[in-house]
């Protein structure tokens, strides 16, 4: 059982920047990937992004790509989201989540699960 908690979160205008960390333990945090989702008021879970075991490896939803940034240290068993260039339509609660074989939510091949209880990004036009 892995337990994860985020943090990083907060009000910021359009065109801002964030950093979401997510603090893993229970598990061997270098043997399993890592992703981050994301809910807006109203909406379903979203994916955002996905990285490897290793971090050679990582995926995004388009609607990120080229502003959000998925990287991990295994070192200090954290995964980070480097959010650039913030649009209000990013507001939402974002929650991290570590691979779980028992997870029906699969993302490139990923089940990913084991929710963390998330974080608020609030982006201001």
């Known amino acids: 059982q892995v337990q994860l908690v985020e943090s990083g979160g907060g009000l910021v205008q359009a065109g801002g920047s964030l950093r979401l960390s997510c603090a893993a333990s229970g598990r061997t945090f270098s043997s399993y990937a890592m992703g981050w989702f994301r809910q807006a008021p109203g909406k379903e879970r979203e994916f955002v992004a996905v990285?490897?075991?290793?971090?050679?490896?990582?995926y995004y939803v388009d609607s990120v790509k080229g502003r959000f940034t998925i990287s991990r240290d295994n070192a200090k068993n954290t995964v980070h989201l480097q959010m650039n260039s913030l649009k209000p339509e990013d507001t939402a609660v974002y929650y991290c989540a570590a691979e779980d074989p028992n997870s029906s939510t699969v993302v490139a091949g990923v089940p990913l699960g084991s929710w963390g209880q998330g974080t608020q990004v609030t982006v201001s036009s």
């Open positions: 990285i490897s075991w290793s971090g050679g490896h990582t």
